[in-house]
């Protein structure tokens, strides 16, 4: 399954031109605010016409301006997850769940309404009215409803960006189900570095209307030269799996045999996750340390160093466990005399990573 988007549309002080292929699984649509991300997401929905696209969907074709065919919204067989729900005031959760599906006779159903209850966790909520609900169960049965209008594909516009941080933990793990357990490309928006760490299978990254990068999440987000929410948002993002969870609270992992101490996870051994280590949180030696509190210390290479305009610099090391970025001074590069090639140890504090930062592979 894949969707291929290719857009163009000028607006008063701001011209958007994309053109990308996202393949199968969880494609975000990352960037900072006023880069073009909702206005390409409503492109692919058909809530705008835009002077010119091509949007493909598993080889249908749902905009062509180039032989003037363009299908209406409700014919384009998609699912959306709106920012804020969307959910109608008027009717209980059960028919807001299938008023999408009655929508959608004569496709082939992705999931049934007893599997999107169980799924989401929302049985007990099935005769509630909206706003009887809290953020985040309004976001799951938004979520419910996208996937039983029997979508070709899912799009979500920053579904997180209305929560508290209790209510986004709460629905991260559905949309990790959502990448894992189904068979749907999905397009989803998001200016949340930690987000596109955690739920990315493929980033597309606008910046000023354009494509600045596309690739794997673990790719992009590891480029040291990759920097759109400033430096303090740069980091890198190691694949693991859960070994053993320790009596004091520890979570071991094993990163392509590297051990790694975390807080306590929730997943369960054997459990592959992804996790998101700040380039600020990094610190870095030429000797391997001795007599610190911090358990993680990874060898590796220095790959590049990379001075910013102001005092620091990002250093990205290659290790056993994947590639690291530490945000260190210049006058730190220096003296360590960091240079590609050079071996240096990655010295990672383990209450450092965030437990929103923690997420299934």
Same mark, same amino acid.
């Given at each position: 399954?894949?969707?291929?988007?290719?857009?163009?549309?000028?607006?008063?002080?701001?011209?958007?031109?994309?053109?990308?292929?996202?393949?199968?699984?969880?494609?975000?649509?990352?960037?900072?605010?006023?880069?073009?991300?909702?206005?390409?997401?409503?492109?692919?929905?058909?809530?705008?016409?835009?002077?010119?696209?091509?949007?493909?969907?598993?080889?249908?074709?749902?905009?062509?301006?180039?032989?003037?065919?363009?299908?209406?919204?409700?014919?384009?067989?998609?699912?959306?997850?709106?920012?804020?729900?969307?959910?109608?005031?008027?009717?209980?959760?059960?028919?807001?769940?299938?008023?999408?599906?009655?929508?959608?006779?004569?496709?082939?159903?992705?999931?049934?309404?007893?599997?999107?209850?169980?799924?989401?966790?929302?049985?007990?909520?099935?005769?509630?009215?909206?706003?009887?609900?809290?953020?985040?169960?309004?976001?799951?049965?938004?979520?419910?409803?996208? &996937?039983?209008?029997?979508?070709?594909?899912?799009?979500?516009?920053?579904?997180?960006?209305?929560?508290?941080?209790?209510?986004?933990?709460?629905?991260?793990?559905?949309?990790?189900?959502?990448?894992?357990?189904?068979?749907?490309?999905?397009?989803?928006?998001?200016?949340?570095?930690?987000?596109?760490?955690?739920?990315?299978?493929?980033?597309?990254?606008?910046?000023?209307?354009?494509?600045?990068?596309?690739?794997?999440?673990?790719?992009?987000?590891?480029?040291?030269?990759?920097?759109?929410?400033?430096?303090?948002?740069?980091?890198?993002?190691?694949?693991?799996?859960?070994?053993?969870?320790?009596?004091?609270?520890?979570?071991?992992?094993?990163?392509?045999?590297?051990?790694?101490?975390?807080?306590?996870?929730?997943?369960?051994?054997?459990?592959?996750?992804?996790?998101?280590?700040?380039?600020?949180?990094?610190? &870095?030696?030429?000797?391997?340390?001795?007599?610190?509190?911090?358990?993680?210390?990874?060898?590796?290479?220095?790959?590049?160093?990379?001075?910013?305009?102001?005092?620091?610099?990002?250093?990205?090391?290659?290790?056993?466990?994947?590639?690291?970025?530490?945000?260190?001074?210049?006058?730190?590069?220096?003296?360590?005399? &960091?240079?590609?090639?050079?071996?240096?140890?990655?010295?990672?504090?383990?209450?450092?990573?965030?437990?929103?930062?923690?997420?299934?592979?």
């Amino acid at each position: 399954m894949s969707v291929e988007v290719q857009i163009s549309q000028g607006f008063q002080g701001f011209d958007l031109d994309v053109s990308f292929q996202a393949p199968a699984g969880l494609t975000v649509l990352f960037g900072s605010s006023g880069s073009g991300k909702t206005t390409v997401i409503n492109a692919v929905a058909g809530l705008s016409k835009p002077e010119q696209s091509r949007i493909v969907i598993n080889d249908e074709v749902l905009s062509d301006s180039a032989v003037g065919h363009w299908l209406p919204p409700h014919q384009r067989s998609l699912g959306y997850v709106f920012q804020e729900g969307r959910l109608f005031p008027h009717m209980n959760v059960r028919k807001n769940l299938i008023y999408g599906n009655a929508l959608a006779k004569g496709r082939a159903a992705v999931v049934t309404l007893d599997q999107v209850v169980e799924i989401l966790g929302i049985g007990n909520l099935l005769e509630r009215r909206p706003a009887e609900l809290s953020g985040g169960e309004k976001q799951r049965v938004a979520i419910g409803r996208a &996937l039983l209008a029997r979508p070709k594909l899912i799009l979500a516009d920053e579904p997180l960006a209305a929560l508290d941080e209790p209510r986004k933990a709460e629905i991260l793990p559905y949309f990790e189900r959502l990448r894992d357990e189904f068979s749907l490309p999905v397009l989803y928006v998001t200016h949340s570095i930690a987000e596109v760490a955690r739920l990315a299978t493929t980033v597309v990254a606008l910046k000023d209307g354009r494509v600045d990068r596309v690739g794997p999440a673990a790719e992009v987000l590891s480029d040291p030269s990759f920097t759109p929410m400033g430096p303090r948002a740069v980091g890198a993002v190691l694949e693991a799996k859960v070994v053993k969870h320790h009596e004091d609270g520890l979570t071991e992992l094993s990163a392509n045999g590297v051990a790694l101490m975390l807080p306590q996870l929730s997943h369960a051994v054997g459990d592959q996750v992804r996790v998101r280590v700040a380039a600020h949180d990094v610190i &870095l030696s030429r000797e391997a340390p001795k007599g610190l509190s911090a358990l993680n210390i990874v060898a590796g290479k220095v790959h590049s160093v990379r001075a910013g305009g102001g005092p620091g610099a990002i250093v990205a090391v290659d290790t056993k466990a994947g590639r690291i970025l530490a945000r260190i001074t210049r006058r730190s590069a220096t003296a360590l005399g &960091l240079s590609e090639g050079v071996i240096c140890y990655a010295v990672i504090k383990s209450v450092s990573v965030a437990p929103q930062d923690i997420g299934a592979r």
